[in-house]
């Protein structure tokens, strides 16, 4: 089982900051990694796929880098309805598919 | 607008058999895998299992001896069945509709989940 994890557990920033969320495979993973925003009481969305293409209507503020083991989920300049959770999620090898515990990204 | 809505027992004892379904309204039903993921209470995203429209699943190992996932084509629906509950199955459920491809397998629609309690 490929094993993600995500640092920092919690981020505090200031809305129209830049915010790094950052995601490491436990053995390299290629591009087959996506990543998702979750807020309380609602449905997770999807955010960026093949670790670097943006699912259909998210903004381009969001932007996704990385190969192999490591790989970062950028905010270019926070909004208040980003503060939410995040979470990466690995398909290069299933089953299972498995997700990072989270990141936290809070107001500051 | 592509919307599932889930629904299910919320309240369960311990050896009991958790059942949720979830329907797709809004969109197509066919072409897509569907799975169901869950979240336990301050955890991370656990993948529990999919399904594809030739009725072929694929189980997270975890779970494999207790899990079932099926579909209704004829009603645009998808069950969960997990049997022999415990207090660590309680959680947040949902469903996704999953994008499999030879370089994807991402969740681009979710429900917004059900909330399943194992207690005695």
């Known amino acids: 089982e490929i094993v993600m994890t995500q640092s920092p557990v919690t981020l505090s920033e200031s809305p129209g900051e830049r915010a790094n969320l950052s995601c490491r495979a436990s053995q390299s993973v290629s591009t087959n990694l996506a990543w998702y925003q979750e807020k309380p009481g609602q449905a997770p969305r999807l955010l960026i796929y093949?670790?670097?293409t943006r699912a259909t209507g998210i903004p381009a503020r969001f932007s996704g880098s990385g190969s192999g083991t490591e790989f970062t989920l950028t905010i270019s300049s926070l909004q208040s309805e980003d503060f939410a959770f995040y979470y990466c999620q690995q398909y290069y090898n299933w089953p299972p598919i498995t997700f990072g515990q989270g990141t936290r990204l809070e107001i500051k | 607008q592509v919307e599932l809505q889930q629904w299910g027992a919320g309240l369960l004892k311990p050896s009991e058999t958790l059942s949720l379904t979830c329907a797709v309204y809004?969109?197509?039903?066919?072409?897509?895998?569907w799975s169901w993921i869950r979240q336990p209470p301050g955890k991370g995203l656990e993948w529990i299992g999919e399904i594809n429209q030739s009725g072929t699943t694929k189980y997270n190992p975890s779970l494999k001896s207790r899990v079932t996932i099926s579909l209704d084509k004829s009603k645009n629906q998808i069950s969960l069945k997990l049997s022999t509950v415990t207090a660590a199955d309680t959680g947040v459920y949902h469903c996704?509709?999953?994008?499999?491809?030879?370089?994807?397998?991402?969740?681009?629609?979710w429900g917004r989940g059900t909330t399943v309690t194992v207690s005695s």
């Open positions: 093949g670790a670097t």
């Open positions: 809004g969109g197509s039903f066919s072409g897509y895998y």
């Open positions: 996704a509709r999953t994008r499999v491809g030879f370089y994807n397998y991402y969740m681009d629609v």
